[in-house]
């Protein structure tokens, strides 16, 4: 009897300890951070995170017209899911009550915000617009920058570091958005500017890219601040500009606080490894598994499951954990904060990175929930595969895959690759030199929207289409293609003043500072003034041919006609409502000759034609001769 005593002595103050360690809970953050009510889907997830918060019994308010419809425990006790309907919903400051077994509620305040407009409201980029890529770290520096932000991981900031931070901000861009109207683009598309808390590594390394985000609700400081975000936004609608955001759904930083406090066993790829991994400098353990970086089997009809399972649940780089979207918890997480930049920030387009490395099955439930709330909205996923009928089976409403991926725009590897390729060619009668553009547009038929394709010759994933050179005519007819062509364009900064460079030493040399952007800079390529003279040259050859595209229905809405490439010339033309342009390329080294004859179909009776590029006019009832390489953009 004195044993059962003692045990039942000894048992009731455990069991009243762990009750005491049951009903103390925090609530330390939710996400989204806010949320907005009158969406067309009125439930919105909370993720709650807190020490103990799994324990709550209950979560309740009395908000009008707001319903708690469920909780979700995961297997870490710090996070709690709550899935709330707003569907009756106004706008205001609602109490969420936290209840415990013991003790008192925790109470916290929660904002619901009134949208600004519908998302039919919400035009996204398209065919119309011209997207200037640039990296907010490299590109210029705002007046009031800190080289030093407190509570950040450890950096640094050394220009003459190719893979270190360099100072470039969000401030600095608005202090230009100027610049991009007198360069004649219509929208910016920035590399993720969303917080990278990674500390540099013993190599020289860091995440200035920006691609191992750490917090999805947050504007890394380094760049600024949410508020200064949306300002730059405001700021950019007010001159004309549309903005992109570049996000990331395939993985996180390893810096994320998901890593350290796993919200659940299935929450990332390779999660046992992750778990063992975590907090050591292994990358390469035993059961880690790397992408392949082929992107085939997704689409392969016989892919083996091995092939499938490198691509998908391989990581891209042992430091950027891979996430699981077939988390559907997970998945509603990443949907609602794409949807929350949206309405907090007000883009006008999304970028999402390496697409076809992710799950397809959610990513086209993100697609198609996205495109029933914002139906003009756009979106362009990294389709990194050079063969047409690839990229097409990822485009929305494809019947050359047994899925709809929903994805409105695709990126055409397939039209870079050809430019890479021919730009070191003579144009012959068969394959070599712009034979491979006019092959490259032959399968549009593939599409079921052409003119929802973004075409571009460089960015900053591939070697600069100068390489280490200076070949202006090589990159003035690459620049008068795709500026005429039936695709949405997109340029990469500082090709308008010829900036150059290749990977093979490091990305960050593709990656080098505007000139003019930092203090301490020998020259501004902002200004006409402090530009070289090849820098003018260039600049104001492209401003001429991009201000005349921009608002031309001509190249927004015109039939596309291309010819084989003849004796050298690759002429593609567009049409529409009795207007014509001609782009006309001299594929060789050698002076050609345009026999106009074999164009009459689109040049008709037409006798005079301008070119865009120099102004100067041509007689189009006697043969047009060429120099070596020369472009053409002929508008009647």
């Known amino acids: 009897m004195k044993r059962i005593l003692l045990l039942i002595a000894f048992v009731a103050p455990m069991m009243t300890m762990s009750a005491a360690k049951t009903t103390k809970v925090t609530v330390d953050r939710i996400d989204p951070t806010d949320w907005f009510v009158g969406m067309k889907n009125p439930q919105v997830q909370l993720m709650v995170y807190g020490k103990g918060i799994r324990n709550v019994q209950e979560v309740t308010t009395d908000y009008p017209g707001v319903a708690i419809d469920s909780l979700v425990r995961l297997d870490s006790p710090n996070y709690l899911?709550?899935?709330?309907?707003?569907?009756?919903?106004?706008?205001?400051?609602?109490?969420?009550?936290?209840?415990?077994?013991?003790?008192?509620?925790?109470?916290?305040?929660?904002?619901?915000?009134?949208?600004?407009?519908?998302?039919?409201?919400?035009?996204?980029?398209d065919i119309s617009d011209v997207l200037y890529l640039l990296m907010p770290d490299r590109f210029a520096q705002g007046s009031h920058h800190n080289p030093q932000i407190k509570g950040m991981q450890t950096y640094r900031e050394d220009r003459t570091a190719p893979s270190l931070r360099h100072g470039g901000d969000l401030e600095g861009l608005r202090e230009h958005l100027d610049y991009f109207n007198e360069l004649g683009v219509t929208a910016l598309w920035f590399t993720p500017i969303l917080e990278n808390n990674s500390p540099d590594n013993d190599f020289g390394y860091s995440t200035y890219h920006g691609y191992a985000t750490t917090d999805y609700y947050r504007v890394d400081p380094r760049f600024g601040s949410n508020a200064d975000y949306r300002q730059l936004i405001d700021d950019a609608h007010a001159k004309g500009l549309k903005v992109v955001m570049d996000m990331i759904f395939n993985h996180c930083g390893f810096e994320?606080?998901?890593?350290?406090?796993?919200?659940?066993?299935?929450?990332?790829?390779?999660?046992?490894?992750?778990?063992?991994?975590?907090?050591?400098?292994?990358?390469?353990?035993?059961?880690?598994?790397?992408?392949?970086?082929?992107?085939?089997?997704?689409m392969d009809p016989y892919a083996s499951e091995v092939d499938k399972r490198e691509t998908v649940e391989g990581?891209?780089?042992?430091?950027?954990?891979?996430?699981?979207?077939?988390?559907?918890?997970l998945m509603r997480y990443l949907i609602q904060n794409s949807i929350w930049w949206i309405e907090t920030a007000g883009i006008d387009g999304i970028r999402m990175d390496t697409y076809p490395y992710a799950y397809r099955e959610p990513m086209a439930q993100w697609m198609k929930e996205l495109d029933e709330e914002y139906p003009n909205f756009n979106t362009v996923g990294e389709t990194w595969v050079t063969v047409p009928a690839y990229t097409a089976a990822w485009q929305k409403d494809s019947k050359l895959s047994d899925q709809n991926s929903y994805l409105k725009t695709v990126m055409d590897f397939s039209f870079q690759e050809a430019l890479d390729s021919c730009k070191h060619e003579e144009t012959d009668g068969w394959w070599r030199g712009f034979n491979r553009l006019y092959n490259s547009f032959v399968y549009d038929y593939l599409y079921p929207n052409p003119s929802s394709v973004m075409a571009f010759i460089d960015n900053h994933d591939t070697d600069r289409f100068l390489g280490d050179g200076c070949d202006s005519l090589a990159l003035k007819q690459a620049m008068a293609l795709l500026l005429t062509v039936n695709r949405i364009p997109q340029l990469y900064y500082g090709t308008e003043i010829m900036m150059n460079g290749t990977k093979s030493i490091t990305d960050g040399n593709v990656r080098k500072d505007f000139p003019?952007?930092?203090?301490?800079?020998?020259?501004?390529?902002?200004?006409?003034?402090?530009?070289?003279?090849?820098?003018?040259?260039?600049?104001?050859?492209?401003?001429?041919?991009?201000?005349?595209?921009?608002?031309?229905?001509?190249?927004?809405?015109?039939?596309?006609?291309?010819?084989?490439?003849?004796?050298?010339?690759?002429?593609?033309?567009?049409?529409?409502?009795?207007?014509?342009?001609?782009?006309?390329?001299?594929?060789?080294?050698?002076?050609?000759?345009?026999?106009?004859?074999?164009?009459?179909?689109?040049?008709?009776?037409?006798?005079?034609?301008?070119?865009?590029?120099?102004?100067?006019?041509?007689?189009?009832?006697?043969?047009?001769?060429l120099k070596p390489r020369q472009s053409l953009v002929l508008a009647f």
Do not use: C
């Not at 990581?315 to 918890?329: A, E, I, K, Y």
């Open 81 to 125: 899911l709550v899935y709330m309907n707003l569907k009756n919903a106004k706008p205001g400051t609602m109490t969420l009550s936290f209840k415990v077994e013991k003790g008192k509620p925790v109470k916290v305040d929660y904002l619901l915000k009134a949208r600004e407009m519908e998302g039919s409201q919400r035009k996204g980029f």
């Open 256 to 298: 994320h606080p998901w890593v350290a406090d796993m919200p659940s066993k299935d929450w990332f790829n390779l999660s046992d490894w992750l778990k063992q991994s975590y907090g050591t400098s292994d990358s390469r353990g035993t059961d880690f598994l790397q992408t392949s970086y082929k992107l085939t089997p997704v």
């Open 315 to 329: 990581w891209f780089v042992s430091t950027m954990p891979d996430l699981n979207q077939r988390n559907q918890h």
């Open 516 to 625: 003019g952007g930092f203090p301490g800079d020998d020259h501004s390529a902002f200004t006409k003034e402090g530009r070289t003279r090849v820098e003018q040259q260039m600049f104001s050859w492209l401003s001429r041919l991009l201000h005349w595209r921009k608002g031309n229905p001509l190249i927004s809405k015109g039939k596309q006609i291309q010819f084989i490439p003849h004796q050298g010339i690759y002429v593609i033309a567009r049409q529409y409502e009795g207007r014509t342009s001609m782009t006309i390329l001299n594929g060789t080294t050698k002076p050609a000759v345009l026999d106009v004859k074999r164009y009459a179909e689109v040049i008709g009776t037409t006798k005079r034609a301008k070119d865009v590029l120099t102004n100067r006019y041509y007689d189009l009832s006697r043969s047009i001769q």
